[in-house]
């Protein structure tokens, strides 16, 4: 994981489920999504002055395999290059962020606050896939830029990579 931080910045990320191995990678069924954010501390948070801690993890919630137009069965390209190969996976999922805060008061106390991101896309899938193929979606989180903007607002910028991994071909037999 790439993290960046500014330079006034010295606190420590965990990421969990970061589980794909990014090195030589081959697999053509994959996306990244960048997620930019302004988290605003809950009502009942006292004033932030610095982040200490942050606890990050991505999960899938649902997933839906759709068919997608082609033209005698060729796959459809437009201007900015999207391929349409006639099957897409939207996946719906959520990152949960727990930050680890010291208040920005006298007595300097160490705080957190849970955030869950939501967040949907789709993969487009190769020209091979079958309406009953199932697939397994892995998630990693590459990139985390997180920056105090006052004492109740935090910059949030998460970039996360998608896999969708065929697990069964839809006609067997």
């Known amino acids: 994981m790439f993290l960046n931080k500014d330079d006034n910045s010295n606190y420590e990320i965990t990421c969990l489920n970061n589980n794909i191995n990014l090195m030589n990678y081959k697999d053509v069924n994959w996306k990244e999504i960048n997620m930019v954010d302004s988290l605003t501390l809950p009502e009942d948070s006292l004033d932030i002055r610095k982040i200490n ?16 137009p082609m033209i005698k069965n ?10 349409m190969t006639g099957f897409k996976l939207m996946i719906q999922g959520e990152v949960d962020e727990k930050i680890f805060y010291t208040v920005d008061n006298e007595e300097q106390l ?19 896939t079958q309406i009953n193929d199932t697939y397994y979606v892995q998630s990693y989180i590459e990139n985390l830029y997180t920056k105090v903007i006052n ?8 970039t996360i990579f998608l896999n969708a991994e065929k697990i069964r071909i839809g006609n067997y037999k």
């Open 151 to 158: 004492q109740r607002e935090i910059s949030n910028n998460i």
């Open 110 to 128: 160490i705080r957190a606050c849970e955030f869950r991101l939501p967040f949907y896309t789709a993969i487009t899938l190769d020209k091979e």
């Open 74 to 83: 060729t796959p459809i390209e437009n201007l900015e290059g999207e391929i």
């Open 53 to 68: 801690s942050i606890i990050v993890g991505c999960s899938i919630q649902k997933k839906q395999l759709i068919h997608t």
